[in-house]
């Protein structure tokens, strides 16, 4: 979805585990390393502090003599149900990304993932990447929740 503030993806799953559950799991160490699909070439340069408020990541995303920085910063942290990372620095014009896990009772939750962001040169940034920052974040997503719903699954 466009507006008149930047485009919004949103992707949602229900994983049989509670919020708290599937909210520890993103917090554990190596989480972002597991969700990451392995034909994305990204590489975490420094994380401090985890997903609480204030906490940093740096990551250098693409390839080779390509890659670019990309600095966020955690905020929103509510144990159990919700974070986010926005851009300080890096290839969008803004970013946020809020991670929500919503109760289903005790034994499920729902995954959101909400990103609100802006591509660089303004609509007609919009106009032509748009169509393609979709699909890249829909594969990325489909990817993430699919890790997370293994992680889960009773076996």
Request: charged letters at 25%; proline letters at 8%; glycine letters at 10%.
């Amino acid at each position: 979805m466009t507006g008149p503030r930047g485009i919004t993806f949103v992707a949602r799953s229900v994983i049989p585990a509670s919020a708290e559950a599937v909210f520890d799991w993103h917090e554990a160490p190596g989480a972002f390393e597991q969700l990451t699909p392995p034909w994305e070439r990204v590489r975490v340069i420094r994380h401090e502090g985890g997903i609480r408020d204030g906490a940093l990541v740096s990551l250098r995303i693409g390839p080779g003599p390509f890659a670019v920085r990309w600095d966020l910063r955690h905020a929103d942290y509510q144990y159990g149900r919700s974070f986010s990372d926005q851009q300080i620095a890096g290839p969008f014009r803004s970013w946020t990304h809020v991670h929500r896990m919503i109760p289903e009772g005790p034994d499920a939750c729902v995954l959101d993932d909400t990103i609100r962001y802006e591509l660089p040169f303004g609509s007609i940034g919009a106009l032509l990447g748009g169509p393609i920052m979709q699909r890249k974040l829909r594969r990325l997503f489909a990817y993430r929740h699919a890790v997370t719903l293994r992680a889960f699954q009773k076996t």
